[in-house]
C-alpha cells in the first residue's frame, strides 16, 4: 500500500478544536477502512475512531465519543477526524492507517502515517 500522510496537529488550548487530516499518497484509500490512534510519551497507542470505506459506519473510542467525529472524502482521497472540545487528556501523537477492517484493534492495519502532534495546554 502506499503512504499515509497526517496533517492538521498543533498546539490550542483546552476547548478548541482541530481538524486532523489523513490522505494517501500515490494510492486510493477509498475502499479502504481508516483507523485513527494516538499515543503518549510512556503509554501504549491507543484506539480513537475508525470508519470504513464508504463513511457509513463509524466507531469512536468513549473517551472521544461525543466530542470526535470522522468524515470521508474518497474523491480527495481524504479522511478527516474533527476534533472538538478539547482535553489535555487528548495530548499525543495521533496516527491514522489504512486496513480491510473496521476495527479498534491496532493490529489488523497495515499502512500506517507517521503521525501529528497535538497538544492541548489547559
Known amino acids: 500500500q502506499g503512504q499515509l500522510v497526517e496533517s492538521g496537529g498543533g498546539l490550542v488550548q483546552a476547548g478548541d478544536s482541530l481538524r486532523l487530516s489523513c490522505a494517501a499518497s500515490g494510492r486510493t484509500i477509498s475502499t479502504y477502512s481508516v483507523g485513527w490512534f494516538r499515543q503518549a510519551p510512556g503509554k501504549e497507542r491507543e484506539f480513537v475512531a475508525t470508519?470504513?470505506?464508504?463513511?457509513?459506519?463509524?466507531y469512536y473510542a468513549d473517551s472521544v465519543k461525543g466530542r470526535f467525529a470522522l468524515s470521508r472524502d474518497n474523491a480527495k482521497n481524504t479522511v478527516y477526524l474533527q476534533m472538538n472540545s478539547l482535553k489535555s487528556e487528548d495530548t499525543g501523537v495521533y496516527y491514522c492507517a489504512a486496513g480491510r477492517f473496521t476495527s479498534g484493534d491496532s493490529a489488523l492495519y497495515n499502512a500506517w502515517g507517521q503521525g501529528t502532534q497535538v497538544t492541548v495546554s489547559s
Open positions: 470508519i470504513n470505506w464508504s463513511g457509513g459506519i463509524t
